[in-house]
C-alpha cells in the first residue's frame, strides 16, 4: 500500500516562504514521477509543480517562486516556496504518477495522493 504524508505547511506573511515535505512508501520511489498539486476554497484541484528523471515542470503561476526537488534515498520530494502571495493560499498535495504514458500536469495521471497540508498566506 502506497502512503504519501505531507507536512512543513502553515501560516505565513506575504513574501516569506516555506518548504513541504511529502514522504512516500509502498513502491520502488525513484520509477515515479512525483507532482504538487493545490486547491483553494471553491476551485479545483490545480497542477503546481512535477519532477520526474527528465527535469522539473511548474505551473506559470508558480514559475520562479516554487522549487521542486526529490531526494530518492530518502523516499521524499519537497516543495520550497518562496516569495509566497494569499493567492498560493490553499491545501497542498503530494501525488504520486501512474506511470510513464500520459500528462505529468494532469491530475488524473496520479493515482496516489496524500492527505494534503494548508498553507496560509497572510497580506
Known amino acids: 500500500q502506497v502512503q504519501l504524508v505531507e507536512s512543513g505547511g502553515g501560516l505565513v506573511q506575504a513574501g516569506g516562504s516555506l518548504r513541504l515535505s511529502c514522504a512516500a512508501s509502498g513502491r520502488t520511489f525513484s520509477n515515479y514521477a512525483m507532482g504538487w498539486f493545490r486547491q483553494a476554497p471553491g476551485k479545483e484541484r490545480e497542477f503546481v509543480a512535477a519532477i520526474n528523471w527528465h527535469g522539473s515542470y511548474y505551473a506559470d503561476s508558480v514559475k520562479g517562486r516554487f522549487t521542486i526537488s526529490r531526494d530518492n534515498a530518502k523516499n521524499a520530494v519537497y516543495l520550497q516556496m518562496n516569495s509566497l502571495k494569499p493567492e498560493d493560499t490553499a491545501v497542498y498535495y503530494c501525488?504520486?504518477?501512474?506511470?510513464?504514458?500520459?500528462?505529468?500536469?494532469?491530475?488524473?495521471?496520479?493515482?496516489?495522493w496524500g492527505q494534503g497540508t494548508q498553507v496560509t498566506v497572510s497580506s
Open positions: 501525488a504520486q504518477k501512474r506511470s510513464y504514458s500520459g500528462s505529468i500536469y494532469s491530475s488524473g495521471e496520479y493515482d496516489r
